[in-house]
């Protein structure tokens, strides 16, 4: 659908830490706005006073909780002509934070939407943890329960990018403890918490090293980045047989599939064939 000619949605990214990441671009798309929807409204107040700056925008809150039911809103002020600027509490609006929905339903309402980019905590942990950057695949939050966290994991143990999760500080140990038993215990990982704030630590080492020294207790806003797969390394047998059969299920062949996934992952061809047929 093409853009109409009113409104304007602009994703701004915020600062993860320190304030004074604020760039000048983004204090002044705040200036602009005539609508601020923001992820938690005290917050962006306190931001906007910590940062020096003025916004005269009506502010409306937009959160997980009422996200769905605050979209169409939203979405007729852009329609009507307003600036909305969308902001969360860090980082970018739609990255493991509220504005998926909002973007996709101004997009369908031919809505333009821009964007005001921040620092972004994904890219600096990758950056600091001293891991592969050249290939990485970022995975948000893990499952909260014990279970479907280990199953989240145990398709991973074949992934050879470098991995980067967002996790809560009191469910970090157990993550890291998982991780180390699907992973394994050796894999290299970091920790990073606090991101450009006062208390910026990055950890570095293997899994179960870095649970362990979790288990005592870890504060603040966590980053955690885990290493792939070595190549000289096959994943699970498991994981590869599940691969062929989801290539066979989507219509290719089974002994092309077996080939290609024995290529990948340096199994037997045969072993993949007949194991794939159970």
Same mark, same amino acid.
């Given at each position: 659908m093409a853009c109409v000619e009113t409104g304007l949605l602009v994703?701004?990214?915020m600062p993860i830490g320190d304030v004074q990441d604020a760039s000048p671009a983004l204090l002044a798309a705040l200036a602009a706005a005539e609508v601020v929807a923001a992820e938690d409204t005290r917050r962006y107040q306190a931001f906007l006073t910590r940062a020096g700056a003025t916004s005269s925008a009506r502010v409306i809150s937009y959160f997980e909780g009422n996200e769905s039911a605050r979209t169409p809103e939203l979405v007729q002020l852009l329609r009507e002509g307003s600036r909305?600027? *969308?902001v969360t509490d860090a980082g970018m609006p739609s990255v493991s934070?509220?504005?998926y929905r909002l973007v996709a339903a101004a997009i369908e309402a031919g809505v333009r939407v821009t964007a005001v980019p921040g620092p972004s905590a994904v890219l600096v942990a990758l950056a600091l943890s001293g891991l592969p950057t050249d290939r990485f695949c970022f995975e948000g939050f893990l499952p909260r329960k014990a279970g479907p966290r280990r199953a989240a994991l145990a398709e991973l143990a074949g992934?050879?990018?470098?991995?980067v999760f967002f996790e809560a500080p009191h469910r970090?140990?157990?993550m890291l403890a998982d991780a180390a038993s699907v992973l394994g215990a050796s894999r290299p990982a970091a920790v990073c918490r606090e *991101?450009?704030?006062t208390y910026e630590e990055v950890r570095r080492g293997g899994l179960?090293?870095?649970a362990e020294w979790a288990a005592d207790g870890v504060l603040g806003e966590i980053t955690v980045v885990v290493g792939g797969l070595p190549t000289s390394e096959k994943p699970p047998l498991a994981d590869a047989l599940d691969d062929v059969r989801r290539r066979?299920?989507?219509g290719e062949k089974r002994s092309a599939a077996a080939a290609a996934v024995a290529a990948e992952t340096g199994h037997d061809r045969r072993v993949l064939y007949d194991g794939s047929r159970t």
């Amino acid at each position: 659908m093409a853009c109409v000619e009113t409104g304007l949605l602009v994703l701004a990214g915020m600062p993860i830490g320190d304030v004074q990441d604020a760039s000048p671009a983004l204090l002044a798309a705040l200036a602009a706005a005539e609508v601020v929807a923001a992820e938690d409204t005290r917050r962006y107040q306190a931001f906007l006073t910590r940062a020096g700056a003025t916004s005269s925008a009506r502010v409306i809150s937009y959160f997980e909780g009422n996200e769905s039911a605050r979209t169409p809103e939203l979405v007729q002020l852009l329609r009507e002509g307003s600036r909305v600027v *969308l902001v969360t509490d860090a980082g970018m609006p739609s990255v493991s934070d509220p504005g998926y929905r909002l973007v996709a339903a101004a997009i369908e309402a031919g809505v333009r939407v821009t964007a005001v980019p921040g620092p972004s905590a994904v890219l600096v942990a990758l950056a600091l943890s001293g891991l592969p950057t050249d290939r990485f695949c970022f995975e948000g939050f893990l499952p909260r329960k014990a279970g479907p966290r280990r199953a989240a994991l145990a398709e991973l143990a074949g992934e050879r990018r470098t991995m980067v999760f967002f996790e809560a500080p009191h469910r970090v140990a157990e993550m890291l403890a998982d991780a180390a038993s699907v992973l394994g215990a050796s894999r290299p990982a970091a920790v990073c918490r606090e *991101l450009t704030k006062t208390y910026e630590e990055v950890r570095r080492g293997g899994l179960a090293s870095l649970a362990e020294w979790a288990a005592d207790g870890v504060l603040g806003e966590i980053t955690v980045v885990v290493g792939g797969l070595p190549t000289s390394e096959k994943p699970p047998l498991a994981d590869a047989l599940d691969d062929v059969r989801r290539r066979v299920s989507a219509g290719e062949k089974r002994s092309a599939a077996a080939a290609a996934v024995a290529a990948e992952t340096g199994h037997d061809r045969r072993v993949l064939y007949d194991g794939s047929r159970t």
